[in-house]
Structure formats: C-alpha cells, structure tokens
C-alpha cells in the first residue's frame, strides 16, 4: 500500500488514500498518518499535489468520517499542511521524525474509528405515544446507535410498550451490534407521575456486572431525591479503565442543589461498596440558568469537593429551543485516573438539530434537550510502526513541534 513507483501520470493520489482507508478500516487520525507514510515513500510527487489531495479526501469525506472541520485533529492536519514548507524533502523529513517521536514516546492511541462513547440523553417523556411516531424513533435510533452506553432518562413506560419498539428500531438502523437494556423501578414520589433511568449498551463491547438502586432511606437524608440514582457498574475490555460506574441523576429544577449534594453520598456509599473509584455521574442535573445559584455552589459537595471533574462546562448549551441556553445536563467524573481514561475534550453536547438538519419543531418532537457525550480511551488492536501512535490533536502537536526542532538540531549539524 505504500506506492513507492507513483508518478504524477498514474492514478490519482486520491483514490489510492480512499483505498488505503477502505483496506485499514480507519478513520482520520490512522487514515492521515497512513496516508503521510505513503507519501513519505513517494518523492516524485509535488507538495501541492500532496495537499491539494489530502485536503480533498478529507473535507469530501468528513461526514462518513464523523468529523467536522473544527476537529482538533482535522485542523491540526490541516494546519501542518498549510505551513511553509520549503521543499517535499522537508516535509519527508520533519513526519519521519514526527513519527519516529511517537514511537519513542510511547504514547497509546485511540483510533477515531474505536472510541468508546458514553451518553446521557433526557428523552422528555418517552412512552408509548413518542414511540408510535417513525420520524421519531428513527431519529432517536441514529443518536443512541452513536453510544456504547446510552443513558435514557424521563422514560415514561408504564405498560412496557415503548421500550421493545425502541430496541426493535435499534436493531433496524444498526445491524453491527446488538443492543440490550437495563433500567430502574419506576421513580417518583406521585403514582400518577413516574420515571425510569435506562441504560442502552452494546452486548459485544461492554456488558453490565452489576447494578444497585440506591434506597434514599439513609438516615439525615430521608427522600432527597425525586428519582432516586441508579448505579450500574460496567465492564468494556477494550476502554484504558476496563471496568466503571455510572451513576444517573435526574434532578427535580426546585430542588436542584439539594439534590445534587445528596448525590455526593451516593458516590461515596457505591465507592465503598463496590470498592472503586471509577465512577461517572451523569444526567440531567438542572445545573444552570437559575435552578443552580452562584451562591449555592459552595454548599454542594459535588462542585466543592476537587477529586471530582466537570466534563461539560457552564457555558455549554444542552438545550434545544433557541430562545434558551442552559448546561442543564452534566458529565462528572471521580478521580484523575478516570479522567485520564477520558479523550480529551471530548465532552460536549450532541446537536442532532444540526448534525441532522432538523428544524427546531422536529428537533423538539424528539427532545427539548441535546444528549451529551464523552469518550473513553481503547487500547490499539492494530499497532501503527511496531507499537505507539498519537492519541490527540494537542499531542500531535506536540510532536510535530518536536520533529521541527529536532529537524533543526540536526540540519545545523
């Protein structure tokens, strides 16, 4: 795959990087870097060709590659492309340098194609009606089909009907991975209002070990919540961490910081049962515009205690009316070797509004909030040069900076 004959004449570059990108089964990260490797062994071609080229693959085919052009991997790239570069030979060299440093330093890589993605989506009362709509349940299937593990929240599923619909269309629209459940008892302190907390996973890259429906009943603390938390640890063979908890919360809006401060009990009395530390909190937590004061956040331990990480900032927008923006839904995350599990920066809302071209009305039929995402780090299956490859866009960066100075170093020599 390496091409080392090629001629301006002969077969466009670009459909030989297409190939190599059909034949590794990748994405951008691996593709670009495959890609840089072929063209290191290619010195007849121009430099212009070789950007012009790679450009072209790359924002033509930036939506099969779940990618957008403010990737930080995709502008990295494309940033390296557009600097000066003085010659062909000087690109050769600073990418096999580049390359040779990621080798030397080791670093593990998560290929775009294989990370594993975590969600929590407030489904707004999903039940037999929203089930009963195709437009919908499509919808709904293309976003929980994005997730190993898919948090549903404000199911409304009284009769036990919508949920196989919803599985039923899951397997429809994705026919690589079977999909199960495991849910909640129906919460809520009315009988005439109740909601469960369902998680969606994959069966063949994460499998469910335990689960635990916190009581509320503990003393000091007697029905803190309106639903209580539901924790379900999890194994995924194949993420850096291997085995975690994830602990939903769908907080009440009146009573937010109340609830959010119980949930620090929860975290501490699931750490200590389930003797881990690898635990998420996630959900709609009604954290902003007004349901959590400034003031207040000093008496929830949630925020104030520092093991504990905010994935999704408070300028984030989970919402999807225009006329509101609010980070009502939170990732949090227990300790620094979870976070160091966690890709970085890739925690952020999921706007299927515009990911999908729906008018705000049809974005609404679905949900009045974006789901939220992060990704968790996977060992490597295939090793790129004999082991490391570059996991970020900062770390790539990185790199690249040091093969320019140590290209410097040793044509001063």
Known sequence: MLFPNQTDGERPLEENILDLMAATNSRLLCTTRDAVVCLLFSPRLSYVHIKASIKSVFFKHQTKLNLSRSSPQLMCFIMFLDGDCASF????????????????????????GSDFRICAFNTQHFGESKSKKSD??????????????????????????????LLDSLKRFDTKYKYETVASERLGRSETYQEQYVFVYRKETVRVT??????????????????????VRFRADRTAIKEFVLIPQHTTPSNTTKELDALYDVLQHVRNMWKTENVMLLGDFNAGCGYLAKKNRKNVRLITDTNLIWLIPDDADTTVRATTSCPYDRIVVNGETFHRAIVPASAKPFNFQEQYGLTEEQALDVSDHYPVEVLLKVKDSRAFLGGSSITSGNQFMTLFVLSHVAFQILTSL
Request: proline share 5%.
């Open 210 to 231: 335990d689960q635990y429906q916190y009581p509320d009943n503990k003393p000091g603390d007697v029905d803190a919540f309106s639903r209580e938390p539901f924790a």
């Open 136 to 165: 919908v349940m499509g919808t709904l299937a293309r976003i929980i089909t994005r997730c190993d593990v898919c948090l549903l929240q404000e199911v409304r599923d009284s009769r036990g009907k919508a949920l196989p619909l």
């Open 89 to 112: 030979q000087l690109l050769a060299m600073s990418l096999s340098l580049l390359l040779l440093l990621a080798v030397l330093v080791d670093v593990t890589h998560t290929k775009a």
